[in-house]
């Protein structure tokens, strides 16, 4: 059996990985078309952080590892252009000029997103940067050493962006953050995301929301950002106002597109040609609130669905049931987790969504270090069933968000929830928990008991 | 309406104010045999470490606030010494010595627990230590400030005698506990038990399990105790052997006792007695697990179960469910976490339990401040059912717990666990968080697919 596997990163790895573990005689040939195969995309931005900190850290297996020890045909440098879903072959170049091509039994597309780029003009130039793959990281880090960076401007305001912000201002750089609508966070709720906003502001970042990006320029300084009408000077410029999964190889080869433009998978990551798997950032997925698909690029979706795509392609009949969608990230010293729908998503799927945003201490009343918590369920008025959960606050907000996630997986009314045993100890927690004072206090705002 | 509330702890206070916050009108007597209400039992070994922390910071709310603020008829000093179930009387004596007698409509018992004496010589000897009460806490911290400590022998070996060590060991204190059995923390998994053990070593705490004690005399130097034949001189001893509950009041009065000697409540809080109801340390309730009554004197469980008790005495049908029995403590610098049924209580209630313990990191690989944690789960082989999880680990075991929670009272299986979208971000979790880690991983010792 041939196993081909387009794209060497978490999805693509992790099936190969599993593939050559569980048929260790099969044929698993990766194609990669850049040099780098299972960094930490994640990491990437505390690792530009850290000018002593060398990029290679951030590789989690190196390409000859997955060849040695495991056996696998990892190609990199090779790029697949077509697909042929019936005559069961791909077709492809290599970065030094040839052409390829190989036939497959089995085909998992794991091409993962790629950065949006604004159309406008500039986005080309010299000290313009955006930040998906090890190799813009690469490119940002040498940037940073060469050149005397003072000021960088931010376009976007998305978790990259945010994340980003640290980065740059931990290596002493001045950062302006410029997006197109006026509201910071539209996905949280405004309660949470005004912490996040007042912590930006606090440590120092120049926010300038409502400025729709017209161009970027060189100037005497350096560059000169055109947003909303006004001038902004920058040193550096990092693009990131989003990603979009790369699913064109899979379009043009006329399979289906599902969810924002993703490729469209079946429970058992199936896409709708025979044979042909998709897993990761490049393909939908089931959310497990509102049993629609969704698309939502995240590490361990990517993950989990390479190793159930492996599964499939070897004939197994394993599910990917849908995600909660949970997310965390770090601002500075605030922590940002959700899971679940938005508020927005909530009332889009047919919900009637309430929430109630309080705000609790992360530890014991007066013990050291209790940092305030943010936390808001979101839940369906008329049945109580939580829809999701957004928590910010200095400490213990991370970790704290799983309970929710695992009640959502459970589909947990909010009165459900509220007799969960959840841990207490003075350094810990409240007597209760932050998130069971939340799914009191939003009860009363349902048509549940109190 | 009135109501009478014996103990004016956790259970009582939470019972009393929910039943004038409902019942504004209603004539609500709280009689607490001590001088103190309202304060963090879990907070005193924290307060005890800190010699400039005043004792009174553990007092939550004044037994003033609660009278004039919220018109409960709070009466310190008043012992209950019997209870007339017939005639719907409370007979007792005030500290200064007369007696008094109140009728009541309803009555809640929430008597709580308190310290278990070592059947020996000496335990009534100056220096000689139990910690139950906030009056324990002032004693300790009073002999602290006025003799000149630097050795103690801490009997026993649960999760005070640990938080203790912790305690006296900061104020310069040199630690030997000493223990009835050679196991150390035998609820605990094996694997994870050592790591709380050479922690304990680590820090200087000398371990001396195996070592029944004997007898506690006055030496020439302070204390002398005697265990297992050996003799151990110290400056300061405390018994903390384990708590018992306080259900003697009502024994006397013809309730049924349940589990462990505790007042047996059914879900709606009431005693065997009409109109008596119990909650807090002193009544037993229900494992969401095994579906069998248990004692477990938790801080969460006593102030749900005031609150639950005050409904149901105001006529509401309000069910306490159960506890999965979660709770976290902190040893120097390991924090230690469980849920759900140990071991051998999994064995006892009839499953046929599998552990797997697993070592992962706190944080993704290679970033700042991981550490290893260790993690299992306990599952029922033949339906993979999750009935219980235990962690430790220096970072990130407290909050993580609650994941393991809320699945038990979901009634989750390991396979259901498995699909959960818990949070990944570097400085939190690596991709696959510990819990799933752990749950993948037993998944292959039960008859669930992999």
Redesign the interface.
Known sequence: MRYVIIGGD?AGMSASSRLKRREPGAEVIVFEKTGDVSY?A??MP?NIADADKPIE?LI?RSAEAFRNSQGIDLRTGHLVRKIDTEAHIVYGSVTSGEDFEAGYDRLLIATGASSILPDVAGTDLDGVFSLKTLEDSRKIKTSLEKNDVKTAVIIGMGYIALEMSEALSARGIEVTMIKKREQLLPWMLPELSDVVKNELIEKGVSLEPGLPLEGIEHSPNGLKVTAGGRAFEADLVLLAVGVKPESGLASDAGIELGASGAISIDRNMQTSAPDVFSAGDCADCLS?VSGKKIWLP????A?RGGRLAADNMMGDR?SF?G????????VFDV?V?K?GLTLGEAAASGFEPVYKAVVAKSK????EGAAPIHVSFIADRTSGRILGAQMVGKE?V??????A???I??R?TLS??Y???????????P???P?LTAASLLLKKTDG?V
Chains 1, 2 share one sequence.
């Open positions: 978490a930490s994640c990491g505390y850290s989690v497990v995240l590490a361990l979706t993950n394993q049931n995600i909660a969608g949970t997310a965390v990230f770090k922590e987790a899971t014991a009343h007066l013990f213990g991370a970790r704290r968000i799983n309970a996630a695992v009640a997986q459970a947990m459900e929830f007799e969960c045993d959840l841990a207490y100890a003075p350094p810990f927690s007597v209760w928990d998130l008991k």
